[in-house]
C-alpha cells in the first residue's frame, strides 16, 4: 500500500487528483489505521487543502498509532522472492537479488520533503511545535527504516533551532550518534551476505518481519559472536 503513495508528493498542487489525493491517502489511512505513516500522509493532503486542524488531528493519530511502516521491507522481501522465481531455482535466492530488491523498493519510497516543510513553515506556532517534535520523536524511535528515523530527527532538529532550544539539539546530536552506532558494524553483514546464501535468506525474512534496522543489528552481532559466516 505505501507503494501506492510513492510517486505522490501532497506539496505539489498538480498532483491533486487520483492516486495523488486526500481522498486516496484517506481511502489508505482506513485500510491499515495502525500505521502512523498513513496518518501523517494524510495530514500533508490536509495541510495542502487547507485545513490545519485537521491535520493536526491526523498527526497526533499518527503519534498514537502502534507502528509506523512505510513498507520497504515487505516490497524488498516480495521483489527478491519475485526475481528469485522468474530466474533462479526455488530457495536459491543470491546477494545480486537481494541488493538489487533493495534498491528498487528504496527507488520507490514514499516523498519525505512534506514532513520537514509541515514543521519548517510552523515550528513557531506552540501547537506545531509539539506536533513535529512528538511525531519526529515516534519516528526517530519506532520507524522501521533509516531514512524515517533520521527525517523524524530533522523534524526535531528544525523545531529546536527556530526555538534556539541548544539543551535539546544536543541531545538530539547524542541519539543521532547512537543512531550511526547501530549501522557502523553493518560490514560484517554485508560480507557474510555475500558469501553465504543461507545469510541472504535470513536476512530476507528479518526485513519482512522487521523492516531495515532491527534485522542490521541481530545480524551484525550473529557475525560478530560466530566470528565468521558460517553458522547452524
Not at 54 to 73: C, M, N
Not at 119 to 131: E, F, I, L, T, V
Amino acid at each position: 500500500m505505501t507503494s501506492a503513495m510513492s510517486s505522490c508528493n501532497p506539496s505539489r498542487s498538480t498532483e491533486s487528483s487520483g492516486i495523488c489525493s486526500e481522498e486516496f491517502a484517506m481511502n489508505l489511512k482506513d485500510v491499515d489505521p495502525d500505521n502512523g505513516y498513513f496518518w501523517a500522509n494524510l495530514a500533508h493532503y490536509q495541510l495542502e487543502n487547507g485545513d490545519e486542524t485537521a491535520a493536526l488531528q491526523s498527526y497526533k493519530r499518527a503519534v498514537e498509532a502502534p507502528k509506523f511502516d512505510i513498507g520497504w521491507g515487505e516490497q524488498v522481501y516480495r521483489l527478491s522472492k519475485g526475481i528469485d522465481d522468474a530466474l533462479a531455482p526455488a530457495g536459491s535466492c543470491s546477494a545480486e537479488i537481494a541488493a538489487s530488491a533493495s534498491g528498487a523498493a528504496a527507488a520507490r519510497m514514499p516523498p519525505f520533503e512534506p514532513f520537514a516543510d509541515s514543521c519548517r513553515s510552523r515550528s513557531k506556532n506552540p501547537k506545531w511545535r509539539d506536533a513535529c517534535v512528538d511525531l519526529g520523536y515516534k519516528m526517530e524511535t519506532e520507524a522501521l527504516t533509516l531514512i524515517s528515523k533520521m527525517i523524524g530527527i530533522a523534524m526535531q532538529r528544525i523545531v529546536y533551532e527556530s526555538q534556539d532550544e541548544v539543551d535539546k539539539l544536543s541531545e538530539l546530536a547524542e541519539r543521532r550518534s547512537a543512531l550511526y552506532a547501530v549501522i557502523s558494524h553493518q560490514g560484517d553483514l554485508y560480507q557474510c551476505m555475500w558469501e553465504d546464501p543461507a545469510w541472504v535468506s535470513r536476512w530476507l525474512s528479518y526485513t519482512r518481519d522487521y523492516g531495515e534496522m532491527e534485522p542490521m543489528r541481530l545480524m551484525s552481532e550473529q557475525a560478530t559472536q560466530f566470528g565468521s559466516c558460517s553458522r547452524d
